[in-house]
Each structure stands twice: as structure tokens, then as C-alpha cells.
């Protein structure tokens, strides 16, 4: 599933090779997970 996939990205970036914890990185990742998995399958009018 999409959800699970960006998941998985997601994880990989909130620590990067280092070991140090990037948080600021993964804001944007978060926003487009939380859309993507909220959206409605087949919306196409508007409610």
C-alpha cells in the first residue's frame, strides 16, 4: 500500500547516515502521509 511504503521512506529519513536525529527533515514527508492517507478514494465532486 501507498501508506505503508511512505512509511517505510519516512522512517529512513528521520535518521540520516550519521545517526543524528533530523527532525526538520521529515515535516514535509508527515504532511504528504497524513493527506495521502486521509483522501478519499474516488473523489471526484465536491461535498
Known amino acids: 500500500m501507498i501508506g505503508e ?3 517505510k521512506m519516512l522512517m ?3 535518521t540520516s547516515p550519521n ?3 533530523a527532525e526538520q ?6 504532511s504528504l502521509v497524513i493527506r ?3 483522501a478519499a478514494p474516488y473523489s471526484t ?3
Open 12 to 14: 529512513a529519513r528521520i
Open 45 to 47: 465532486k465536491a461535498w
Open 5 to 7: 511504503t511512505a512509511a
Open 36 to 38: 495521502e492517507s486521509t
Open 25 to 30: 527533515a521529515a515535516v514535509l514527508p508527515v
Open 19 to 21: 545517526g543524528v536525529h
